[in-house]
């Protein structure tokens, strides 16, 4: 599980270390991506997924739940659903607490 919704530890040191020296060498990231796609042409798989998910980004993760109609599913089920999750599992804590919906009638 990544990191929770609000969290305040933002700092992510390799990345900002990584760019300080990419600016001192701007070429290498070209040279990089170069290799990466030669490795690709190659027909190397792994780095054909690579190129895929930087470019189209990850496939999203399906939760099958066909057994269930949707208006069976708790709220808590359909957030974890929304979030990726697999909303059998057993969690301590819901970061995404459900509101109430109330409609108001208008006069």
Do not use: C, W
């Not at 990544?2 to 060498?25: Q, T």
């Not at 792994?46 to 399906?62: F, M, S, T």
């Amino acid at each position: 599980m990544g990191r929770p919704i609000g969290s305040v530890n933002r700092e992510k040191p390799f990345n900002d270390a990584l760019r300080i020296a990419l600016r001192n060498r701007p070429l290498a990231l070209r040279r990089v991506a170069d290799r990466l796609i030669d490795k690709a042409e190659e027909g190397n798989l792994a780095y054909i997924h690579e190129l895929i998910d930087r470019l189209d980004g990850k496939p999203v993760q399906v939760v099958d739940r066909q057994d269930v109609p949707i208006h069976e599913l708790s709220d808590v089920e359909l957030y974890r659903i929304a979030a990726g999750e697999d909303p059998r599992e057993e969690h301590k804590m819901l970061l995404i607490a459900p509101t109430k919906v109330t409609s108001h009638d208008p006069e």
